[in-house]
């Protein structure tokens, strides 16, 4: 994101956002100012708060989202919208509201600081702490985009209110270019430093990525009943997931950006990883859901950012940053955040190349081989116990299994029991735990057919009272 200068404050909901906010009974008398109940009245209310208040440049055509619609510092909630796009008579506007969500008469902070850069948050005649006669004329400019008719004006920094309980107070900002300039160039615009308000910008006819992907025109399966591919979208595509790089050698650090040029929300909490083998897709990583859910608002962007490895990553590595993800061969991924629209699913196609990923027993494994039959046990087996016994078969699979799956967690029963087949083994029993059992085959597991290494095993299990 392009950094700008701080905007300071309608109260502490916008310079707040710098650290500064005031509380009665600690700063010296204000000036109570009048709180109308409707704003003031050449100014219109902001709406009922939402993820992001989106309008268009029609004659520039550029479309321009102001997230997020409510803020909140301490006791002051501070809710922003625009109030509609840029007219011939004037610039595109938006309306900023205090309101002080306590019970009891509060005082803030209130002033202007406008930025020196390529879009400007200035206010209005209809902003409260502006004499209407000093407010900054405007013109329009080139294809319809607004500017300041003079050099940046200089505002007071600071001033104060007071707002009764529940009370509000409305001002309006327009949203222009320096002077001289045209329209602002497509971008993602902060105020506030961070944490604060963004506008991004972006061409309304081509919302999606320009250039030529790796893989474009390659056909694969769909991740689910309607994938987005990055690799198949064209500058008309609105939400799109953009990896650093399309191809890498492993170890690899590879990020991938979720970006919502559309006009709706996305929302959800996780992501997946997965290898396509065969024609077909291996969940590798699936459903790796965040601690909170949380909402792409158009205009926004989501990162993720992944060490890709050929080794298993420590396990308790996974608090740090970029996350390690591993092991993994070399072969075709595809990346897909668990975030939705209408039942899309966003994802991109990568490849990685590195050796084939090696599977071996955990350690701790106790093993016995007689007459063709393997006796393995876990450290983590109970008595009574709970035995997978697998022998190999002709039958159709019901479950094909990776080698990048088998080091995961879930699949341990698989992990401690397939890489013990060789040509002169006919059985494995393996004795382990119930959550070994449950994780690999459910609650109720009867004989299931997997699919590892080319070869065809069937899979029972003795439960302790069997």
Known sequence: ???????????????????????????????????????????????????????????????????????????????????????????????????????RLGAFRFGVVVPRDDLLLVPTESHPAVDPRSAPPLERGPAGCWRLAEPVPRFPVAGGVQLPPEGALTGEYALVAPPDRGCPAPGRYGFGGGGGITVALWPTDSPGPTGDPRFAGRSVPPLGPETVWYHEATPATPVTVRPDAERAAVPAELGFRLVNHGRDPLRGNGWGLYKLVGGRWYPIRPAVFEEFARSVPPGDELAWQFRFTGRRPDPGGDTRRPLAVGPLGGGTYAFAPDYYDDGRLYAALFELRGEPVTVTPAAGLSVERSDGVVEARSPSATEPGWTVRVRPTGREPDLRLLPEQLLRSRYRAFRNSLPLFDETVVAVLLRTDRSAVEAALGRAPGETIVTYEGERYAVGVRSPGD
């Open 1 to 103: 994101m392009r950094r700008r200068g701080l905007l300071a404050a309608l109260g502490a909901g916008l310079a707040g956002l710098a650290g500064c906010s005031a509380d009665d009974g600690d700063r010296p008398p204000v000036t109570p100012a009048p709180v109308p109940e409707a704003g003031p009245t050449t100014a219109t209310p902001a709406p009922e708060p939402a993820t992001a208040s989106v309008i268009q440049f029609p004659d520039a055509g550029l479309t321009a989202s102001l997230f997020p619609t409510r803020l909140r510092t301490g006791r002051l909630v501070t809710e922003l919208s625009f109030l509609g796009p840029p007219t011939e008579q004037g610039p595109a506007r938006v309306a900023v509201t205090l309101r002080n969500t306590s019970g």
